[in-house]
């Protein structure tokens, strides 16, 4: 496309030439000619001045370039935008690898990919356009929407419910069975997971995250909540739409996460709480307590993220004057 049917499609505004092709995106580093590359502030934009990108996308107050610009509001997402433009996948056709297993009672919508070794169960729904990759296992009576992509490797157990446009990456294990069991005595008896685990629409789940099926209720997952790598989420967790999960974080049973709520890597979340919607939880803090709504929080135990810098504030001139504060405080 040519630098003025992207900026059309972005709403930018074209300096320079805008009749140049562009086949590509890249970063600025590695850009080619023919490519575009963005740059959000001032030293960015001397960064792809001397790329060999043929055109810039930048905001709207940075200086001019002898390179052609595209000026939008918000670079990053119009890249994204370009980007998905740009790289729009193609539907495959249907096929089913000879080593697959289907049952007979699956039910499969238009164009679905099945590759090797992948097993789908009794009762099975499957919407269109959906890709199966290698060695994955739908179990009995899941149901898949359209549009999904289910990379190697990855396990639904009996009666998960996958939205459209679902992307679980390889590793990924949906509807396992929750960690809940009673003890009596000298024994510890399992207690019964019986519920699903469901999952919205326009959700990405990081490779090797596990997310357990209900125990009497349902796990659900918000439409547009994005999990990274190597998460757990627990039996009868709940989180609201558009909510982002980082790597290594673990949700314990029964909490409720609201919607537009960001949780740092290696967050611990305790079970049974509510946490609110727009919330933010700073990286590898510990959450014992409930969460109101647009709260900011960090550390361990996790706290308003003013009161944590105030405690550090002052933890941090108390060890500058331990030895005044010593003699102070020592008995005559």
């Not at 003890?183 to 019986?194: A, L, M």
């Not at 919607?277 to 803090?285: D, H, K, L, Q, R």
Request: proline residues 4%.
């Amino acid at each position: 496309m040519k630098i003025s049917e992207l900026a059309r499609l972005v709403g930018g505004i074209v300096e320079g030439n805008g009749d140049i092709e562009i086949k590509g995106l890249a970063g600025i580093e590695s850009a080619s000619p023919g490519e575009l590359t963005f740059a959000t502030d001032e030293e960015n934009l001397s960064h792809a001045e001397r790329s060999k990108a043929s055109c810039i996308l930048t905001n709207k107050t940075v200086k001019a370039s002898k390179k052609p610009l595209i000026r939008v509001e918000n670079p990053k997402l119009s890249f994204l935008i370009i980007y998905n433009t740009l790289n729009t996948p193609k539907v495959r056709e249907a096929f089913r690898h000879p080593t697959a297993v289907v049952a007979e009672s699956a039910r499969l919508g238009k164009n679905v990919w099945i590759g090797p070794h992948v097993v789908i169960g009794d009762g099975v729904e499957i919407g269109d356009n959906v890709i199966i990759e290698p060695n994955s296992v739908v179990m009995k009576n899941c149901r898949i929407g359209s549009t999904c992509r289910i990379y190697p490797n990855v396990t639904l157990y009996a009666n998960t419910v996958l939205g459209r446009n679902v992307i679980l990456h390889s590793g990924v294990v949906i509807g396992a069975d929750g960690f809940g069991y009673v003890r009596d005595k000298d024994k510890i008896y399992k207690f019964p997971q019986t519920g699903k685990a469901i999952v919205g629409d326009d959700v990405e789940i990081g490779a090797n995250t596990t997310i357990d099926r209900g125990s009497m209720n349902d796990t659900m997952i918000g439409s547009g909540v994005k999990i990274d790598n190597l998460c757990q989420i627990a039996h009868n967790v709940k989180i609201g739409k558009n909510t982002i999960v980082a790597g290594h974080s673990g949700i314990s049973g029964s909490t409720v996460i609201g919607d537009n709520s960001t949780i740092a890597g290696k967050v611990g979340i305790a079970d049974n709480l509510t946490i609110g919607s727009n919330v933010i939880v700073g990286g590898g803090s510990s959450v014992i307590g409930d969460i109101r709504d647009g709260e900011v929080v960090w550390g361990f135990p996790a706290r308003p993220i003013r009161e944590m810098k105030r405690q550090l504030a002052v933890l941090s001139w108390m060890a500058k004057h331990f030895k005044v504060i010593s003699r102070l405080l020592k008995p005559e």
